[in-house]
């Protein structure tokens, strides 16, 4: 079955950096798009990242824009979220989820397959 597990979350210093994994199995990985999310307690999940099946055309939400970065290497079924310059307002739980396709939307009704998550705090 579907399975995604992320790794690489932990506490940083505001300004900061942190670089999260989520290692896919189960599927085709090279055919579906993959995104990063987040949620914050007492918050809805939101959309942080996405990436095209095939590794192009990253798209961000505006306030990590510039700050994050996520790429995929489709031969080790694994999608990156490289974080910089952490602000306090980045903590949160970071989910990577298995797009329905292989384009890449940020809306998480998109994407049918979560992992467990990997908690991000940053402190100022």
């Known amino acids: 079955q579907v399975r995604l597990v992320e790794s690489g979350g932990g506490l940083a210093q505001a300004g900061g950096s942190l670089t999260l994994s989520c290692e896919a199995s189960g599927f085709t990985f090279s055919t579906y798009a993959m995104g990063w999310f987040r949620q914050a307690p007492g918050k809805e999940r939101e959309f942080v990242a996405t990436?095209?099946?095939?590794?192009?055309?990253?798209y961000y939400e505006a306030s990590v824009k510039g700050r994050f970065s996520i790429s995929r290497d489709n031969t080790r079924n694994t999608v990156y979220l490289q974080m910089n310059n952490l602000r306090p307002e980045d903590t949160g739980l970071y989910y990577c989820?298995?797009?329905?396709?292989?384009?890449?939307?940020?809306?998480?009704?998109?994407?049918?397959?979560w992992g467990q998550g990997t908690q991000v705090t940053v402190s100022s």
């Open positions: 990436i095209y099946s095939h590794g192009g055309s990253p």
């Open positions: 989820g298995k797009g329905l396709f292989g384009s890449a939307n940020t809306l998480a009704i998109a994407y049918d397959a």
